[in-house]
């Protein structure tokens, strides 16, 4: 019985899935700084999308000398692979992915719920510490002298067990 990364590698080993491996390929070949930019790379028809991370990535590749310098990786590879599908790509369209932004947005939401949590908890944390009982400033109006004598009794020893 085959183990699943054996599985795995036969599929993408695949003729299916050899356009797949191109792009990964090409992924591969771009600078650290790029790689980390890019969500996936995909092609259709005669352009190749690239999909990034964030807006800020969109920026940093769509300078003309990134362009430039995606355009000179791709005809090396071509020039390499001539039988490639990546041969008849001619343009190269770059763009956010709005699912990665969505994730984004909604991580960064539970971030601030949780540092609005952590913040209200301290605040309450601080109350409870201001709040403390303090058996010096109980009064005591009750008339009967039995009751207060009790009432005595206990304050006393609140003020001892507070002192020690």
């Known amino acids: 019985m085959k183990s699943a990364k054996e599985i795995i590698q036969s599929i993408q080993n695949d003729p299916l899935y050899a356009e797949i491996q191109e792009l990964q390929a090409i992924r591969a070949a771009l ?17 190749l999308f690239i999909a990034c991370k964030h807006p800020a990535g969109k920026l ?17 590879y071509r020039e390499k692979n001539p039988n490639s599908n990546l041969a008849q790509i ?6 956010v992915s709005a699912i990665l932004m969505r994730k ?7 971030e601030a719920q949780l540092r609005e949590i952590a913040a209200a908890q301290k605040i309450a944390q601080k109350l409870v510490k ?4 303090e058996p010096s400033k109980m009064i005591n109006h009750v008339q009967d002298p039995q009751i207060r004598a009790i009432f005595d009794e206990i304050k006393g020893n609140l003020l001892a067990s507070n002192q020690s």
């Open 104 to 110: 984004t947005i909604r991580e960064r939401k539970r």
């Open 90 to 95: 001619s343009d190269i369209k770059i763009y």
């Open 31 to 47: 600078p650290a700084t790029f790689q980390s930019l890019v969500a996936w790379i995909y092609r259709r028809e005669k352009t």
């Open 60 to 76: 940093e590749l769509s300078r003309d000398n990134n362009k430039k310098l995606i355009k000179n990786l791709l005809k090396l």
């Open 130 to 133: 201001k709040a403390k009982f």
